[in-house]
């Protein structure tokens, strides 16, 4: 029998054992070996990564940059085999009511901005570092956060919402949401149509990444690439997942879209350069 | 030059993406769709969008360009048609068209439905369309097809006549409503005449329990006697697998019969309550009995081999019920009474004679109609003999 390839994956929503469950009987019908661990958070995960207890990691983008960290302070390697389609370019805006005398970011001094999770790169920390860019310090606003799904990495939707309900409701000046669901909350009338206005946008950024951990053997997870990237959205027994998943086409890995958050990371003490954990009211 | 199009102030927070969707429609993959727009947020929307959907937002372009992705496509290639048109009810019907309407163009990669009837002439008849339009354009209203207030008096021991034989016809059309009921969750909805005809049928066969029980226990606060063999005799119908048989021993054999003993019921009924109840229920079993003989008929004609699973079905039935008493003693007594009209000796011998008829009546009925679908006059005979003694 072949050497079972040991996947990690976090369980932020219950589809996560329904993704993870076809994913593996498809790899089992083209003869790989995968199975999965789930993990409640991604602390854990990438943890595990590094200690080699599993060989690859479904990783969100601050795992990633834990990850390389971790890595790095011991001497080990790290790459990624893969990415989805819709991991590649996203933007996080900071947005205010459309009628609001708010015109640039550093207006926003004093003003009260919602954000997502502490540890959500798209809703929190990335459009905290473009205020800083602009040179308001988070000490120059009122930082109103929606800790919803600590330990998911802003995986879990829930922050943002509340980020934009608070807006809406006048409690808060600004909210800090990706551009999925700025778009997404705008259809489902989260944000009635024309009630709020993009104050500012990041730069483009990559989300998650299928990293691969030091101790895989190289041939398998070069094998399980191979058949991951060929998945295709015409194949039927294919799409669902890729449905699922929130992806039509599997895309090589690439890690220099990260820079971003790396720097986030390193001017909050998020993560200390060795991979420890920083932010002091961190709880996964 | 690509092609444009203006969503002027629309957003895609306003319905934008329909515009957008409908000019990609037109292009292949790769080419590439500028979008004009006043919307504040255009730049943000299009780019969530575009990767959301597998298409690609050119960085490079000066105006927000769409290179059309295919994903939109490849959901669709190789999609099957649930039949050609909506009218073409196919030989076999595919599990894994699930509950597509027919002749719609089927996602493949849904669930397949869990059906047990997918083969058309198992469960078709040509007739099914046009029954089906003749049940939904005759439904009545209990509350209204019926005159309530019409009770009359009927003397006690009549009455009491008229309770034993309600309470059978409730037990009877328990057992109708659920067979059909049964059958329709088993067939492929491809078939849908036959469903929705089935599906009529189990209305009204609610209708016809709320209508008996009314009347049995109009002067009355509760009904009569349950014989175990008649029990049985019905039991043993909703323990029958198989489609046809199911409707050919329910159908044309029992409902059949019924709608003998429910003519009987009309004119012997002592009130014009009983008549009116009696009267709308067979004009609805005609149509059930119309279903299972052009049905089991069909089946024949494809088929002639079935006529053997027909006559055992009627002969494993009837040694089913070899050792119950059939139909209780009570009912056939109380449709004497109903007949005669009253205690009288002289009447209680026209009401014995009228019975007698009504069971020859019952035979020949159910004789012609094994003729019709295809048993030789000597076996049809003997197959209605077999028929249990319970009526249905």
Known sequence: ?284 | MPTTIDLESLGFDNGGHLLVDRALAGLDPGERLVVRGRHPALGVHLAAWCRAEGHRLDPDAAAPTIVRGSADRDRWRGAPRAGRTAADVVPRASREWGLAARSALVEPGGPALSVDWVDRDLVWADIAPQLYAQATANQWDPATAVDWTAAGSVPDDVEDAVVQVMTFLVENEQAALMIPARLLSRLHPHYREVMQLLAAQAADEARHLEVFTRRGLMHRDRLGLSGAGGRASLQTLLEEPDFTLASFLLSVLGEGSFLDLLHFLHRHAPDRVTADVTRLAARDEARHVAFGVAHTAHVVRADPGFLHRLRTAVERRHAALADTAGLNKQVFDALVVLAAGSWEPAAIARGWQDVLRLQQAMDSGRRRRLEYIGFPDDEAAALSALHTRNFM
């Not at chain 1, 469950?21 to 602390?43: I, K, P």
Request: a negative charge.
């Open chain 1, 1 to 284: 029998m072949s050497r079972t390839l040991l996947l990690g994956a976090v369980a932020y929503d219950p589809k996560v054992v329904t993704i993870w469950t076809g994913f593996r009987s498809w790899f089992a019908e083209r003869g790989l070996d995968l199975d999965y661990v789930l993990y409640s958070h991604y602390e854990r995960q990438v943890e595990d990564l590094l200690a080699g207890r599993i060989d690859l990691a479904w990783n969100s983008p601050l795992a990633w940059i834990r990850a390389e960290r971790l890595a790095r302070a011991r001497g080990l390697e790290l790459r990624t085999v893969a990415m989805r389609d819709t991991d590649r370019d996203l933007t996080s805006v900071i947005v205010v009511r459309a009628e609001a005398d708010l015109h640039s970011p550093a207006d926003l001094r004093g003003r009260t901005v919602a954000t997502g999770a502490i540890d959500s790169p798209q809703a929190t920390l990335l459009p905290l570092a473009l205020l800083r860019g602009a040179g308001v310090a988070p000490t120059d606003v009122d930082l109103l956060r929606f800790d919803v799904g600590v330990g998911l990495h802003g995986d879990h939707i829930g922050g943002e919402r509340d980020a934009a309900a608070a807006l809406l409701a006048g409690r808060a000046d600004a909210a800090c949401l990706i551009d999925a669901s700025l778009l997404l909350f705008g259809r489902d009338g989260t944000l009635p149509s024309a009630s709020v206005r993009v104050l500012a946008q990041t730069e483009p950024y990559d989300h998650c990444n299928m990293s691969v951990g030091p101790a895989a053997d190289r041939a398998l997870v070069d094998h399980f690439g191979e058949l991951l990237l060929s998945m295709s959205y015409a194949d039927d027994s294919a799409r669902p997942l890729l449905d699922l998943e929130g992806l039509k086409e599997w895309l090589p890995g690439r890690t220099d879209r990260y820079a971003a958050l790396d720097g986030a990371v390193t001017d909050t003490g998020f993560y200390l350069p060795d991979g420890t954990l920083g932010a002091d009211d961190y709880r996964p």
